[in-house]
């Protein structure tokens, strides 16, 4: 399929304006934006369907992620699931922003929990460091009536936004990012060590698992404290306890 450029569908869009709703089925194919390139993959048939679903290209070059980074399963695997958080986090900020019937105005994508797991929302390329983000955006309408106007907003205005300041190694906290990849060898070593020492951890049955509070996933900070303490006399990594909001008490 040819890339279009980003100016051909805006004129896409203004034609269709106040169109019936199908006409939005014009818009599947892949657009060059600045230092991106825009793919809508597939249209809902209405306001009130599934969202329709695009995903961004970044080329490696542009992106210009050290490959320090990526160069590794556990480390391309983190800075994905960063990546994946920092645009969630980003997106929310416009969610349903753009108004309209149903699902008009929607942006989302896979919301990671305390698990860093491999997954489709974002891959990186282990050479050359492409990054491709998937999402589902719900086009915008009044009623079964196209409103076009809102569909720019988002593609023009607020995904840019949020494109520019998460999948541009220029716009990132370096330090944080750092701390991503150092993170995920510590995981990676201690993964080799118990294979090489022979050892298994495992959860008995009857095990009481602390929580932070009944509605969450993670552990409290008491709990948390000692584990780290305990990996690191173990297996003498880095985990530096200021990174999981530990400070030391000043007298």
């Known amino acids: 399929m040819a890339i279009q450029s980003s100016a051909a569908l805006q004129t896409l869009l203004n034609r269709i304006h106040r169109k019936s709703y199908p006409a939005y089925k014009e818009t599947k194919g892949i657009y060059q934006f600045d230092r991106y390139v825009l793919s809508i993959d597939h249209v809902q048939g209405d306001p009130f369907a599934s969202p329709s679903k695009v995903s961004i290209r970044v080329l490696g070059k542009d992106a210009r992620f050290p490959s320090i980074l990526y160069d590794s399963y556990e480390k391309r695997i983190a800075l994905q699931d960063y990546l994946t958080r920092k645009f969630h ?129 993670r552990p409290p900070c008491l709990f948390l404290l000692l584990l780290l303490l305990k990996l690191r006399c173990l297996f003498h990594i880095r985990v530096s306890l200021s990174e999981w909001g530990f400070q030391k008490e000043s007298h």
């Open 89 to 217: 986090q980003g997106i929310d900020r416009y969610n349903f922003k753009a108004k309209g019937s149903g699902k008009s105005g929607l942006l989302s994508i896979s919301q990671c929990r305390q698990e860093i797991l491999e997954r489709t929302a974002c891959t990186t390329h282990p050479k050359n460091g492409d990054i491709v983000l998937r999402m589902e955006i719900g086009f915008p309408a009044n009623g079964r009536t196209i409103n076009a106007q809102e569909l720019i907003r988002i593609l023009f205005d607020f995904l840019p936004d949020c494109v520019y300041n998460t999948l541009f190694y220029a716009k990132l906290n370096h330090q944080k990012l750092q701390q991503i990849h150092d993170l995920a060898e510590d995981q990676a070593y201690i993964r080799h060590e118990l294979k090489r020492r022979n050892l298994v951890a495992f959860v008995a049955n009857g095990s009481v698992l602390p929580r932070e509070s009944g509605i969450s996933p």
